[in-house]
């Protein structure tokens, strides 16, 4: 009797699971496609434990009749494509049919669907019915996945941290959100709402949701076309950057892909414009017949081949560029500046919706060059700034506060003032295991994809700046510390001068001067924060600083004060440090509010991905 056998549809179902259903991301990526597949407007996700307890997706979307809900779990059940001409031109996001079938046989699956005129429940536990009965009759989909690879415990154990396994989620639910902006889509885990968009089709209200509002609104229009191709989207300003590529997103007919090469053509087009190692945040749309984009290529389908590169590829970057070069030209912008607000209402804002109208105009002027934002009302507060900057008029920003009083809280990086620094919503930090040390310099620390070169100066740099700029930020006068002998400052009469009417700035960042005849201060305590050793350099420099600029701008001198103090006793090149110290170093910089750059803003770390690795040893193309 021969030995082949055909295998069952349970056995093989689990099989397929491990190409398609890798980690909790992929059913998220799975149960979202399908959603958005069925035309859904509305979409939300729950998760517990990053998914791996618990993952819910509720759509609106068209639902199953009884007879597609108990077929759609079978191997190659699918209602996208029935005949080989359809996988040249495929418009949906699945077609494989196999999704359903694989999650289902490595997890508790429960399925809820109604097509508006019947409904019903089915539950499955590893692939098998357990399960099934009449359902509510609300349009739409509401699948729970528990306890995922409950009886595949081998893949299980290749599951990294809660943390890892939830930014590919986020990662994955930011991408489908920009490429949907006509969906809403709502991702919630543990509890806390983590993306919230608002489905009115405005990329750059998903990009103020992703990114938070000031970055998006350095985020510029483009488009172009040639004879096959239609790109567009929005460009960062060169002002705004980061220190990984992650930040192209690219969706070619509506499919978010990864592709190397309209990458690195995205990354050309800001040469010059951008300090080596950082990025821009480029959100990329490439539409053309499906005919020239094989998506067949992986099961999980973020790799495509795209014909007609060398149509396409100068079509990108010329766009860009320009859009880049027209914006950077703007020459005078009109901008109100505003008290800070109260912390709370600011993260309303952050999440709130934004003008369109009026949000249109502005990115259009910016976009086009030489147009002056006018200001009407507040004239007490107008200021005019002369520079290459664009800003943005603040309210524009801000819906009436009844828009957004339902929604809940968030997580949520405030807004910045407009003179202040904007900062990044904080990066999911990598989890990275030390291997070693390299030149007495620069730590080298692998992860799950590649590695990490972490410049031990530049690290420890940005953690002592952001310990000092909290300290500056606030001198307590409980942490002050008496001098036994008094430091002496000599200056000349008119600096003693320019000195005296600054003194209350320089008292903001820790430095108290005594005048001490006519040539001379005194200085009797200094707070407990300020490095040790530097105390009698620290103050001269800051003395320097208001005798240089004559300026009372306490905000930049807090800047200054915390960029000098971060300075001294940083761990200099050719240190051998010991791998409790380098743990130590990295654990302090994963805590920083930005541990990419230091405050000099270069870069502190440098990744090398697997995929760049592989691409130079030739492993793939
Ligand atoms: P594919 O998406 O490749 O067709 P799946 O296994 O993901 O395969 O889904 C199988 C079928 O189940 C789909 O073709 C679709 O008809 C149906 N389906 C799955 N999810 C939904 C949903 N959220 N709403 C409506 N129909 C769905
Ligand atoms: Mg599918």
């Given at each position: ?170 990662e994955f639910m930011n991408r489908m959100a920009l490429a949907y902006p006509n969906i809403a889509f709502k991702l919630v885990h543990n509890g806390g709402t983590l ?166 105009q502005i990115v259009e002027k910016l976009s086009g060059g030489s147009d002056v934002v006018k200001e009407s009302e507040g004239a007490e507060n107008v200021q005019e ?164 600029s004559r300026k009372t701008d306490v905000k930049k001198l807090r800047e200054e004060a915390a960029i000098m103090m971060s300075c001294k006793k940083s761990i200099k ?49």
């Amino acid at each position: 009797m021969g030995k082949i056998q055909l295998m069952d549809e349970w056995l093989s179902n689990k099989i397929a699971a491990g190409e398609v259903v890798e980690r909790p991301s992929s059913v998220v990526k799975e149960l979202v496609e399908n959603a958005i597949d069925a035309g859904s407007t509305s979409i939300e996700v729950f998760l517990e434990e990053a998914g791996l307890s618990f993952i819910q997706v509720v759509d609106n979307g068209s639902g199953m009749d009884e007879s597609d809900a108990m077929l759609c779990f079978s191997r190659h059940a699918t209602s996208k494509i029935s005949k080989e001409q359809d996988l040249f031109r495929i418009r949906t996001l699945g077609f494989r049919g196999e999704a359903l079938a694989s999650i289902a046989s490595v997890s508790k699956f429960s399925l809820k669907t109604s097509d508006g005129e019947s409904g019903i429940e089915i539950q499955l536990e590893g692939g098998h019915l357990v399960d099934k009965k009449p359902g509510s009759l609300r349009k739409g989909t509401d699948i729970t996945v528990s306890q995922l690879f409950y009886n595949t415990p081998a893949r299980l154990k290749y599951l990294k941290t809660i943390q890892t396994e939830l930014s590919h989620s986020i990662e994955f639910m930011n991408r489908m959100a920009l490429a949907y902006p006509n969906i809403a889509f709502k991702l919630v885990h543990n509890g806390g709402t983590l993306l919230h968009t608002n489905g009115r089709g405005n990329v750059q209200q998903v990009l103020a949701a992703i990114y938070g509002a000031p970055i998006a609104k350095k985020m510029i229009h483009f488009s172009g076309e040639s004879k096959d191709y239609k790109v567009y989207g929005y460009a960062s300003l060169p002002e705004v950057t980061r220190a990984s590529k992650n930040y192209i997103s690219i969706f070619v007919n509506g499919r978010w892909v990864r592709h190397y090469l309209v990458q690195k053509t995205v990354i050309d087009a800001y040469h010059t414009f951008l300090p080596i190692e950082r990025y821009p945040i480029v959100v990329l749309y490439i539409e053309g017949d499906p005919y020239l984009t094989d998506v067949n290529v992986h099961p999980a389908k973020l790799q495509i081949r795209l014909s007609k590169e060398e149509e396409l590829l100068p079509l990108i970057e010329k766009t860009i560029r320009e859009c880049i070069r027209n914006a950077i030209h703007v020459p005078i912008v009109e901008k109100k500046l505003k008290p800070a607000r109260p912390q709370t209402e600011q993260m309303n804002i952050w999440k709130s919706s934004i003008n369109e109208t009026k949000l249109e105009q502005i990115v259009e002027k910016l976009s086009g060059g030489s147009d002056v934002v006018k200001e009407s009302e507040g004239a007490e507060n107008v200021q005019e700034e002369r520079g290459t900057t664009p800003a943005v008029l603040e309210d524009d920003w801000v819906l009436p506060k009844e828009e957004f009083q339902q929604e809940p809280q968030v997580e949520a990086s405030p807004i910045m003032e407009e003179e202040e620094v904007v900062e990044e919503r904080k990066e999911p930090f990598p989890q990275l295991e030390i291997v070693g040390q390299i030149h007495g310099t620069y730590i080298v620390a692998q992860m799950e994809d590649g590695f990490y070169l972490i410049d031990q100066h530049a690290a420890q740099e940005r953690i002592k700046y952001e310990y000092f700029k909290e300290k500056v930020g606030l001198v307590n006068p409980n942490e002050r510390q008496t001098l036994l002998l008094p430091l002496t400052f000599h200056y000349s009469q008119d600096e003693m001068f320019i000195l005296k009417e600054h003194r209350e700035a320089l008292e903001e960042v820790g430095v108290f001067l005594e005048e001490f005849g006519t040539n001379t201060f005194l200085v009797r305590e200094h707070p407990t924060w300020f490095p040790e050793g530097f105390e009698q350099e620290i103050i001269e420099e800051l003395i320097e600083q208001v005798l240089k600029s004559r300026k009372t701008d306490v905000k930049k001198l807090r800047e200054e004060a915390a960029i000098m103090m971060s300075c001294k006793k940083s761990i200099k090149a050719n240190y051998y440090l010991t791998k409790e110290q380098m743990e130590a170093l990295l654990e302090d910089l994963r805590k920083a509010e930005n541990p990419f750059t230091c405050p000099h803003g270069r870069p502190v770390m440098i990744h090398f991905s697997t995929y760049e690795i592989e691409k130079m040893f030739k492993r793939v193309m």
